[in-house]
Nanobody
Framework: QVQLVESGGGLVQAGGSLRLSCSAS????????MGWFRQAPGKEREFVAT????????LYANSVKGRFTISRDNGKNTVYLQMNSLKPEDTAVYYC????????????????WGQGTQVTVSS
């Protein structure tokens, strides 16, 4: 079992930056594909970014491409989402997710999810 805990959310003005972290316990993430998703009020959860187990291939939603960067530190069992040039439409609860590396890249579904961290961008 993998437990994921997100942190780093908060309130920021438009144009600002935040870095989200996702720490894992229970198992090493070295072989897991990791992803970030978000869910805004009244909307369905949507994909944001994903990174392969090696930290090599990454994939981003068009809405965040060029502004967000996903990275990982397998030694720290942590995945990051650096968010720059934030916009009010980035306001959402951000979730970290882990996939056991069995479904290829990008995976069609994830096996473990965190509880989420709130990001609010004011205009």
């Amino acid at each position: 079992q993998v437990q994921l805990v997100e942190s780093g959310g908060g309130l920021v003005q438009a144009g600002g930056s935040l870095r989200l972290s996702c720490s894992a316990s229970g198992r090493t993430l070295r072989t897991y594909t990791m992803g970030w998703f978000r869910q805004a009020p009244g909307k369905e959860r949507e994909f944001v970014a994903t990174i392969s187990w090696s930290g090599g291939p990454t994939l981003y939603a068009n809405s965040v491409k060029g502004r967000f960067t996903i990275s990982r530190d397998n030694g720290k069992n942590t995945v990051y989402l650096q968010m720059n040039s934030l916009k009010p439409e980035d306001t959402a609860v951000y979730y970290c997710a882990a996939e056991q590396g069995r479904r290829g890249f990008p995976p069609s579904e994830y096996d473990y999810w965190g509880q989420g961290t709130q990001v609010t961008v004011s205009s």
